[in-house]
């Protein structure tokens, strides 16, 4: 896969000289999920607005910072606040959280996200550990990660279920006594969220979920020898899914509603790890 180093030089250098400690785990914390980070005691926060060349977060529930902290009986980097492709930033810039976690020598991920629930099963409120992805619809961006002409850039990507971290998580969850749900997230590319007919195809291709991010995190990271295991909070039913009418609220409404629940589980996923 295509090195990034050069093109995030400056806030590499720039966390490379801050950096208090290498981590064991990094934590992306998705849309509305980024209050577990005001319950903890870093060591170390920036505000990713202070680190030269950080793509600035435009979307409302994600409050740009990382932080570094010693908790759950290891060191964990953690991002409040993610880079969405739907910003306008190229799927490389979006990144940067991975080669951040990759210089302070991270083992793993937890990569959480606000997911639109398509699985009947499934209502808002739930928690999904992703078992598969569907990004069909970023396929040429991913590709142009690998150098033209490389063995990768033609390869099957790689799934996520039965990796060290998945295991962690799907444990976390029994100890809990969660009823953790598990299945395919579908990327879509927003910003918009899809008409009740996109959902009826979306349906059909077998996921369970639909959201705009992580895919790209979880398949660098990974490329890049670090394992990740995807979170999802169902914060609503897709379009179509239920009668009521979609509203972005919703996504911080749910995540409150489930703080308590969600923040048990990455606390448990992250001291069996
Ligand atoms: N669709 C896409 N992304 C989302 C949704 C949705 O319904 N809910 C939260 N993120």
Redesign the pocket.
């Known amino acids: 896969m295509q090195n990034l180093q050069n093109l995030f030089e400056k806030p590499l250098q720039f966390i490379n000289a801050k950096k208090p400690f290498d981590v064991d785990i990094a934590l992306i914390l998705g ?1 509305g999920l980024g209050g577990f980070a005001d319950s903890l005691s870093p060591l170390l926060s920036i505000n990713t607005c202070d680190i030269p060349g950080y793509p600035v977060s435009t979307v409302a529930g994600h409050s740009g910072k990382i932080h570094f902290v010693e908790a759950f009986n290891k060191k964990i980097l953690v991002f409040q606040g993610r880079i969405h492709f739907y910003e306008g930033y190229t799927l490389a810039q979006c990144l940067l959280p991975v080669e951040i976690s990759k210089l302070c020598n991270a083992r793993a991920m937890i990569i959480t996200n ?3 629930g398509i699985n009947p099963h499934f209502s808002p409120g739930d928690l999904m550990l992703t078992s598969g992805f569907n990004s069909m619809l970023l396929r040429k961006e991913i590709a142009e990660l690998f150098s033209p002409g490389s063995v990768e850039r033609r390869n099957a990507l790689v799934g996520l279920a039965d990796s060290p971290m998945y295991n962690a998580i799907q444990r976390a969850g029994l100890e809990a006594g969660i009823s953790l749900k598990e299945g395919v997230y579908f990327y ?1 590319k ?1 910003p918009n ?2 008409t009740p007919a996109e959902i009826r195809f979306i349906r059909e291709t077998g996921a369970d979920a ?3 991010s992580s895919v790209h995190e979880a398949l660098y990271a990974i490329q890049h020898g670090i394992d990740a295991g995807v979170i999802s909070c169902i ?2 039913f ?2 179509g899914i239920s009668g009521a009418k ?1 509203y972005h609220g919703e ?1 911080t409404e749910t995540a409150n509603r489930v703080k308590l629940v969600f923040e048990d589980l990455i606390k448990r996923a992250i001291a069996l790890y």
């Open positions: 849309s606000a997911a639109g879509t927003g969220y899809e639909v959201g705009m914060s609503n897709a379009a979609l996504v």
